[in-house]
């Protein structure tokens, strides 16, 4: 089995936007993380990993993601699409 993903993440908050995030999303499968800057309009915009020959991430499987900036975080569950 193969498998790729792509990740978008955007601000959405009401305080100026966060020059850097950092994110950690975890799936069965495995963790994907980084710590990027955003655009000028709130984006990060990349991809995550991909793979040949690897578990991938089932079509119910729970994806928890957690997003830090400035201090503050928040922590939720992504649905795989």
Same mark, same amino acid.
């Given at each position: 089995? !193969?498998?790729?993903? &792509?990740?978008?993440i955007?601000?959405?908050?009401?305080?100026?936007?966060?020059?850097?995030?950092?994110y950690?999303? =975890?799936?069965? !499968?495995?963790?994907?993380?980084? &710590?990027?800057p955003?655009? =000028?309009s709130g984006?990060?915009s990349?991809?995550g990993?991909?793979?040949d020959?690897?578990?991938?991430?089932q079509?119910n499987e729970d994806?928890?993601?957690?997003?830090?900036?400035?201090?503050? !975080?928040?922590?939720?569950?992504?649905?795989?699409?």
């Amino acid at each position: 089995m !193969s498998e790729s993903t &792509n990740i978008t993440i955007k601000y959405i908050g009401k305080d100026p936007i966060p020059k850097k995030i950092s994110y950690s999303i =975890e799936t069965a !499968s495995g963790k994907s993380s980084g &710590n990027e800057p955003l655009t =000028e309009s709130g984006v990060l915009s990349g991809s995550g990993h991909s793979c040949d020959g690897c578990s991938v991430v089932q079509e119910n499987e729970d994806i928890n993601a957690i997003i830090t900036w400035d201090g503050k !975080s928040e922590t939720f569950k992504l649905k795989n699409k």
